[in-house]
């Protein structure tokens, strides 16, 4: 009776090893490499190649085109933005241009919750964008525009208001005000007023118009650009070429209009793009993207290859407001 019930242990134990299917040596170590590159190799790429671009660092600025948003008021009826529109530059979507690591908001005519008293849109100036003034009979007005804010680290980048500086004299002006949603009472616009309120999730802002007398001239508001932190260090850190002069150009008096130089990116950015741009911060030159390629092993992002060429102080991108650099 022991050997039998020893049988059936050899038996049932025959029976589990027929189930198991049998691979060969080189099946079972098939899917090992791409195994060992998805875990160790590639965070290895990531982690050398930030750690290489900390050694000899060129500190960036990086901006990014909006793809979406509103459109701009410069863009409504004609065929194409304006190239000079200082709410979209160019794009024909308010903002333009995102800066890596912050968010931003755009106060213009579009605005969608946008509240007007005693100022209306001046459309009879075919201005591009369209304009914001007080109406023919008023003394006064303001404008009321409740934003939300996207969570930040509560610190201000950048604020501007922008008003036609030949409309602006000793007897009229534009000031900005600003409160919380719990507060009642509006305070004037400053960095310290921003930074105390900018980590609440709603704002509103209050613009008041006003001239001692109707012979005066209507001050004339574009529009207010607020940018605020989503992170506490906003330089990217790149790598670049030795710098080289060619005297094919120079010879006529071009030394760097025309020149391209390439740039390697790591993970950090997520997307690089060819209408983007960087403000190299040592020496205060702007640098537009004009060829991308992004390294994917395994569809995992390590590092960018790009080309940069100068950006002319004509074009749009000088009117981005840079911020803290």
């Known amino acids: 009776m022991l050997r039998k019930a020893d049988n059936v242990r050899t038996t049932d134990a025959h029976q589990v090893n027929r189930d198991n299917h049998v691979f060969d040596k080189t099946q079972a170590k098939e899917d090992y490499p791409h195994q060992v590159a998805l875990l160790d190799l590639i965070p290895r790429i990531q982690s050398r190649t930030r750690d290489a671009l900390s050694v000899d660092r060129v500190d960036t600025l990086f901006f990014q085109r909006k793809l979406t948003g509103r459109r701009c008021s410069c863009f409504i009826v004609e065929s194409s933005p304006d190239g000079q529109c200082q709410i979209c530059y160019g794009t024909g ?3 333009g241009y995102s800066k890596f690591g912050t968010t931003d908001l755009t106060i213009d005519v579009t605005h969608p919750s946008l509240r007007c008293v005693n100022v209306r849109p001046l459309f009879e100036l075919q201005a591009r964008p369209v304009l914001l003034g007080l109406d023919d009979t008023a003394l006064e007005g303001y404008i009321e525009a409740d934003v939300a804010i996207r969570q930040s680290l509560g610190i201000a980048d950048v604020f501007k208001m922008v008003v036609r500086s030949t409309t602006i004299t000793q007897n009229n002006s534009i000031e900005a005000f600003v409160k919380s949603a719990d507060e009642t009472d509006f305070v004037p616009v400053t960095y310290a007023s921003l930074n105390a309120r900018i980590g609440d999730q709603k704002l509103t802002f209050r613009f008041e118009f006003s001239r001692a007398t109707l012979s005066d001239a209507n001050p004339i508001m574009s529009h207010f650009f607020l940018r ?3 992170m506490d260090d906003l330089r990217i850190r790149i790598d670049l070429p030795r710098d080289r002069e060619s005297i094919t150009l120079a010879e006529f008096g071009i ?5 391209t130089i390439t740039a390697f990116f790591d993970s950090s950015v997520p997307k690089v793009g060819v209408e983007d741009f960087v403000f190299r911060c040592r020496d205060q030159e702007l640098w537009k993207v004009v060829d991308s390629s992004p390294n994917r092993p395994l569809n995992i992002l390590t590092s960018h290859d790009t080309t940069l060429r ?7 991108y000088v009117n981005v407001p840079v911020g803290q650099t």
């Open 93 to 95: 979507i308010v903002g």
């Open 228 to 230: 605020s932190k989503l």
């Open 255 to 259: 030394y760097d209009s025309w020149q």
């Open 310 to 316: 100068l950006v002319q102080t004509f074009e749009p």
